[in-house]
């Protein structure tokens, strides 16, 4: 039995494992293309003759537009990779912005989503999820999630309907898909717009179809951790022209257009904003887009290693994927009643032999003091305080003890299933594990184990 790294033995890996960054000789073609031309944006954020016929028309007519050397929908590279993202989904509108954070508030303003308005979203996230709510001055309602896929579980949804409720924002998290199914059923009952938060999850399918095209707008990040990456930025996609003139609008200072033909309802939410995607990240993304398939295959391969060699290790619960996932972390679920050794201690263990493990997010959405405190603009507690909103909702430990339990007690996250990493990285993966579980006795009764570093 091999000494543990923690207590002064050899680790298992010292090499860090690879970024999720994969580069190529595209990236470069298609960035000095961008730099040769000295286009860097070509967003005009004013009213020309064509602006309807510019807001209303599909990606894939956008990308040969040549009406102006400037236009509403942006440069020649923005437009090529709305296009393809468009033709790669299936979907009509792909626009492009500058994070899905942005595409979140996007999409949620698009939607006439405003103060006084309730969107129903799951307590298990990143907080963008939650505060791309918070934008439009809507409020968000946290739900529990299912535990068998950590995506929001539909019985309570239906729960927390109220006569406020406008929208549910369906997070697919880790890859897994939601039950697109029932969230229909539910939003189709109440007339709910859904709206797809895919940031961890592009390429996943539901039942046949990807997710993102499901609801009424889905949402992508690209973000440098991304299954692919453009650093920052972000995709949101749709086949309701209308939705898709607004996201396109409120991307690019959209109070610019309107003129006094327009109605009420054709105004609302036309806030200026700047989401705007420059060119030098479209370059990146066009390149990027072309690798997702091989960056998803290689997540898959990689998982379903790890699942295959870690299944029968006592103490843990390997994930069971449906048909269509790809997985974009790899969660196992950690049980201490049957192992007596506490959770800290066998990560700790774990990034001793050079395996960078966490226990998910740090806490739950709605245990961050912004929602706990109901502050986020000015000190009067807006927008829960607004008159319009009428109603006293609280956040607090406890709303959501499934999610709570998994994420306090269970949760074991290995990141770097992302391609060039392959099987003879997991293979050390699954090394350490079985190293750290063939000591178990030692780990139960050792001290306590302080936090190491370790390498991303």
């Known amino acids: 039995m091999s000494k543990l790294a923690i207590f002064g033995g050899v680790p298992v890996r010292e090499e860090p494992f690879k970024t999720s960054v994969v580069v190529d000789e595209r990236e470069w073609e298609y960035v000095k293309q961008i730099l040769e031309k000295r286009e860097f944006s070509r967003f005009m954020g004013s009213p020309s003759k064509d602006i309807e016929k510019q807001l209303t028309m599909s990606s894939?007519?956008?990308?040969?537009?040549?009406?102006?050397?400037?236009?509403?929908?942006?440069?020649?590279?923005?437009?090529?990779?709305?296009?393809?993202?468009?033709?790669?989904?299936?979907?009509?509108?792909?626009?492009?912005?500058?994070?899905?954070?942005?595409?979140?508030?996007?999409?949620?303003?698009?939607?006439?989503i405003g103060p006084g308005d309730e969107v129903i979203t799951t307590c298990m996230s990143f907080n963008a999820t939650a505060t791309s709510i918070l934008l439009f001055n809507s409020i968000p309602v946290f739900v529990d999630v299912d535990c068998k896929n950590y995506c929001l579980d539909p019985n309570e949804i239906e729960k927390a309907i109220t006569p406020k409720t406008k929208a549910i924002l369906v997070v697919h998290l880790l890859g897994n898909a939601a039950d697109m199914d029932a969230i229909m059923k539910i939003a189709k009952r109440h007339n709910l717009i859904i709206i797809e938060d895919c940031a961890q999850s592009p390429g996943t399918k539901y039942k046949g179809n990807y997710v993102g095209t499901i609801g009424d707008i889905g949402v992508f990040s690209f973000q440098e951790t991304k299954n692919m990456t453009t650093g920052e930025g972000g995709m949101v996609i749709t086949k309701n022209?209308?939705?898709?003139?607004?996201?396109?609008?409120?991307?690019?200072?959209g109070e610019s257009i309107p003129d006094s033909s327009w109605d009420e309802d054709?105004?609302?939410?036309?806030?200026?904003?700047?989401?705007?995607?420059?060119?030098?990240?479209?370059?990146?993304?066009?390149?990027?887009?072309?690798?997702?398939?091989?960056?998803?295959?290689?997540?898959?391969?990689?998982?379903?290693?790890?699942?295959?060699?870690?299944?029968?290790?006592?103490?843990?619960?390997?994930?069971?994927?449906?048909?269509?996932?790809?997985?974009?972390?790899?969660?196992?679920?950690?049980?201490?009643?049957?192992?007596?050794?506490?959770?800290?201690?066998?990560?700790?263990?774990?990034?001793?032999?050079?395996?960078?493990?966490?226990?998910?997010?740090?806490?739950?959405?709605?245990?961050?003091?912004?929602?706990?405190?109901?502050?986020?603009?000015g000190r009067e507690q807006c927008p829960w305080s607004c008159h319009l909103y009428n109603y006293k909702r609280e956040y607090k430990?406890?709303?959501?003890?499934?999610?709570?339990?998994?994420?306090?007690?269970?949760?074991?996250?290995f990141y770097h299933i992302n391609r060039p990493n392959g099987i003879d990285e997991m293979k050390d993966v699954v090394s350490a594990f079985e190293k750290v579980f063939e000591n178990i006795e030692f780990l139960r009764r050792s001290a306590i184990v302080a936090e190491v570093g370790y390498k991303w």
């Open 60 to 112: 894939v007519e956008a990308e040969s537009y040549e009406s102006q050397y400037f236009t509403f929908l942006g440069g020649k590279m923005v437009r090529r990779f709305e296009a393809e993202f468009a033709k790669k989904f299936g979907v009509p509108y792909a626009i492009s912005v500058n994070s899905a954070t942005s595409g979140l508030s996007a999409a949620l303003g698009s939607a006439g």
């Open 397 to 413: 430990s406890g709303d959501c003890p499934i999610a709570e339990n998994i994420l306090r007690e269970k949760f074991i996250w």
């Open 241 to 253: 022209p209308l939705l898709a003139k607004k996201i396109r609008l409120i991307r690019n200072h």
């Open 266 to 377: 054709s105004l609302v939410n036309i806030v200026g904003m700047n989401f705007r995607m420059t060119e030098l990240t479209a370059a990146l993304g066009v390149a990027q887009l072309a690798k997702l398939d091989e960056n998803n295959r290689v997540r898959t391969e990689n998982t379903l290693f790890l699942v295959d060699k870690l299944k029968n290790l006592s103490g843990v619960s390997v994930p069971v994927y449906k048909s269509g996932v790809v997985p974009h972390v790899f969660p196992l679920l950690y049980d201490n009643r049957v192992t007596g050794v506490g959770r800290q201690k066998i990560l700790a263990a774990l990034r001793a032999e050079g395996i960078p493990v966490g226990s998910g997010y740090l806490r739950l959405m709605y245990e961050n003091p912004l929602f706990l405190k109901k502050i986020a603009y």
